[in-house]
């Protein structure tokens, strides 16, 4: 049985791309197969249980320190009241949530000193800020004035969102994250009680889109790809697997793309373009809509090749050779950037969620791709991967006439190029010979003349005395009178 009677093509059942929970929303291999919602949840009662097992440790040390301390002193042991009482301060002093953001207390006059601290600071974030920051700005303020009072109140609580963030990089992403995701969750709470968008989802939806644009640019700088991740090495590691992956097929992945349609290559590009310029995007929500826009390409490449409509099946493997064409800078980081700070109804559900969950399936498969997922052999795949052989071409009696008429002159091409590039190779050969048989050349002549030079060194000989005039050595020169003139006279 021939390998092309026995490939199986890439299969993904669309009940894996759900959340594993069976909520119904989309899963994401970032968190582990939940959807947002439930991979909140999830992370909330493992830190929940974390917590509550290093209370228990402190507990336990702190009784064991004091008997030791006891029975080492002699004295009594101290009350674990008082230990209790401290840390329980300790516990409400760390823990802040983004409740606080919409707390009375933060709406009151700050302190003069925690004032002039925000005055200081302000100087040094307004010369950070790029001109597109300053756009989204001017934009979000015009966006709100339509809405007059709730507009100013969103955009107080926008800003000091943001400027409570400014004092937060020192907690990990995993909390930023989780801040961010409670004030989008605590602003949709909030529009959807306030009486002038009760009613409204599409409104709200728009309203919360340009908060995020707002929020997400300001803090691009400080939470895209951050020091204290691993995110930068994972960029570069999925990168050097796409690079070593290079020799990859549309027929290996069973992609069903004809790339020799002028218009299904034009789609092809497109959507290796849009998958790239992700990266140039600062706001989750428009690196989702790149995303968007290279999958819809990639539907219409695979329509036009099969003459009806695409099917999920057909997508999956596309997708992931448009991956593999396009390498995407730093794919990993962009991923990770949607999966925390985007809004998470956007990746639960809707279009956006589906591609975005199949490209996250996508880079998880180039990960863990193997000679069995392109039914190749273990020889044949290491020594494609090691750069040692690349895969065969397709013969010409293989093809079908026309086909094999351009193939034909393909090759011819190919052979004519190849040839040109000998004539090229052996003209440059010539040229560098001559260049230094000239060089060769030059010195072999000035060292001749050095040589005659020492031999018969040159004796020249100073010049002979000048001629001078009979009285030139008489000192009284300057007193004589000068010569007499001819004169004439007309008698």
């Not at 890439?10 to 439930?38: M, R, T």
């Not at 895969?391 to 086909?403: N, R, V």
Request: aromatic share 8%.
């Amino acid at each position: 049985m021939s390998l092309k009677s026995e490939r199986r093509g890439i299969h993904v059942d669309q009940s894996e791309l759900l959340c594993k929970k069976g909520c119904g929303y989309y899963g994401n291999p970032a968190w582990q197969g939940f959807c947002s919602k439930c991979w909140r949840e999830e992370y909330s009662k493992a830190r929940q249980r974390q917590i509550q097992e290093d209370w228990e440790l402190a507990e336990r040390l702190q009784r064991e320190e004091e008997a030791a301390y006891a029975s080492s002193q002699g004295a009594p042991s101290l009350t674990f009241s008082k230990f209790e009482e401290k840390k329980t301060n300790e516990t409400k002093r760390k823990v802040q949530t983004v409740k606080k953001f919409f707390s009375p207390s933060s709406r009151a006059a700050p302190k003069k000193a925690d004032s002039q601290e925000v005055k200081a600071s302000s100087p040094s974030i307004n010369r950070q800020a790029s001109l597109e920051t300053e756009r989204v700005s001017k934009d979000f303020i015009d966006f709100l004035k339509g809405f007059r009072r709730p507009g100013q109140d969103i955009l107080k609580q926008c800003r000091g969102f943001i400027e409570a963030m400014q004092h937060k990089k020192e907690l990990n992403i995993e909390e930023q994250s989780e801040y961010v995701q409670d004030f989008y969750q605590n602003m949709v709470d909030r529009l959807q009680t306030h009486s002038s968008f009760k009613g409204s989802p599409e409104g709200i939806e728009k309203i919360m889109d340009q908060i995020e644009n707002y929020i997400m640019t300001r803090l691009y700088k400080t939470v895209f790809c951050p020091e204290t991740t691993d995110d930068e090495k994972k960029d570069l590691a999925v990168q050097k697997r796409i690079r070593a992956l290079h020799w990859v097929t549309l027929e290996m992945l069973c992609v069903p793309v004809n790339e020799e349609i002028h218009e299904v290559y034009e789609l092809v590009v497109r959507a290796i373009t849009a998958v790239i310029e992700m990266d140039s995007r600062r706001v989750p929500r428009e690196k989702l809509t790149c995303i968007t826009k290279c999958s819809k390409q990639i539907f219409n490449a695979i329509k036009i090749t099969k003459n009806e409509p695409a099917s999920a099946d057909d997508f999956l493997p596309t997708l992931i050779y448009i991956v593999l064409k396009a390498n995407p800078p730093r794919l990993q980081s962009n991923i990770q950037y949607i999966t925390r700070f985007c809004n998470p109804s956007r990746l639960m559900t809707g279009e956006d969620g589906y591609y975005f969950t199949n490209l996250c399936c996508a880079v998880a498969f180039i990960e863990k791709l193997d000679a069995q997922s392109l039914n190749l052999t273990e020889e044949d795949f290491d020594r494609y991967m090691s750069g040692q052989a690349s895969p065969k071409k397709h013969d010409c009696e293989e093809w079908s006439p026309e086909e094999c008429a351009g193939m034909k002159q393909m090759y011819k091409n190919l052979n004519l190029i190849s040839q040109l590039n000998e004539r090229q190779q052996r003209i440059i050969s010539t040229a560098k010979q001559l260049e230094k048989d000239l060089i060769d050349w030059s010195e072999g002549v000035t060292k001749e003349v050095e040589d005659i030079i020492e031999k018969y060194p040159l004796d020249i000989k100073p010049k002979g005395q000048s001629v001078v005039a009979i009285d030139s050595d008489n000192v009284e020169n300057d007193k004589l009178p000068p010569p007499i003139q001819p004169q004439m006279f007309l008698g």
